[in-house]
């Protein structure tokens, strides 16, 4: 037998073993897939068309607006019983400006007129639909352990990627050819070309946009990343820090404040520290006409002090669409007694992993621009696709009555290098490690004819 014809049969006894783990991996992500790209493209254009905090109309522009402090007053009267946590600037001339009003645990917005204080809108946030969108994209409303499935079914579409892309590599043709379908296929043959280039095509930005999501999962994200991309408190070591992190200021399921932030001690208010800023009385009203005359225009956010240490805490924030791209976030904390900056904290002084994440987090949720809203309704379209069309190839291939996984050669046994990837993948994505042992494990006790085919 010639080492070529040997060569030949490895390769494609390798191309079937692939292929079954892909299949596996689909077999989980698929579902999943299909529910993020839906809820999260919901989430994307309800963002576009108002605000995350709800649907409300525009207002009249007149000439002149009334005092925030005015504006927070109708705000509060409207809940009897509510604190103030946030002011949110209107984000153009005929819209709303919002409060965020703490109550009983839950957090409410309230959408006000800034022209005559008028209030347009007031509900808890987390009822809206676009909150539940966000529970079923977060946990599928069951909480740590939906996070943890959400998290092995991201961990298993890098695999199937990486699976996907063996699959497709092109074998006696050049690459560009590789990603245009053939013509004159049809049925199963049709699907399988469509699903093939498509699925390359998304492939890159696939992995992207995981990684990004991954990003608020409970054991990847917060174990593995945050710990060591987050900004270093150290960069304000000449003023008092708070017992609280940057997290605080996250309300309900909104997360308002970049994730390189988020571990971050936020600076303590009731010392001489920092630069003076802002003009006595130092209130919101005082707060925010400096905000004003200091770079901070359209939609930006004034966090109050949530107690006798807080501090004034005004945001820009590329995720939350207050400025166009993350390249223009900022964070200012003002002491709540003399007025002074004590911590002015900008896109360049994040951390390298925590520009990156900005970006991609940005670019996630489609909050760069029109051109990014655009990019990301026609990739979920093709992400869509995908999962259909390997649910399509997979109904049409398989046996009446039987899973239809692909089957391995007779006598396979896997190579070390394939080995060597799933240990380094399973090492750097540890819930999808646990799901590849877990299918390895239940592969492994299968009957041979169940899962074996001939040489």
Known sequence: MSNSYEGAQASTRLYRAVWRWHFYAGLFVVPFLL????????????SKLSNELGWVPDVVQQEKTVPVSAQAKAALAALPGGKLATYIAPEAADRPAFFELAKDGAYYSV????YSAAVLDSHDESTTSRALAEKIHGTILLGTVGDRLIEIAASLTIIMTVTGLFLWWPRGESFVRALIPRGGLAGRSLWRELHKTGGAWISLFLVLFILSGLAWAGIWGDSYVKPWSSFPASKWDNVPLSDVSHASLNHDLLHEVPWTLEATPLPASGSSAGTPAVAQPVALDSVVIWALGNGFH?????????DEKGVFTVSYDGRNEDSVTPAHDRYVHIDQYTGNILADVRFA????????MAWGI???????????LAFNTVYLALVIFACVSGVVMWWKRRPVGQLGAPLYPR?????VTVLVLGAVLSLAFPLGGLAILAFAIVDFFLPARLKQAGA
């Open 298 to 306: 359209n939609q930006f956010k004034v966090a109050v002090p949530a």
């Open 111 to 114: 959408a006000v007129d800034p």
């Open 362 to 372: 940005a670019l996630h949720k489609g909050m760069a621009g029109w051109w990014n």
């Open 35 to 46: 529910m993020l790209a839906l809820t999260g493209g919901y989430m994307m254009f309800y």
């Open 349 to 356: 002084d994040y951390p390298f992993v925590g520009k990156l």
């Open 411 to 415: 006598g396979y046994s896997v190579p």
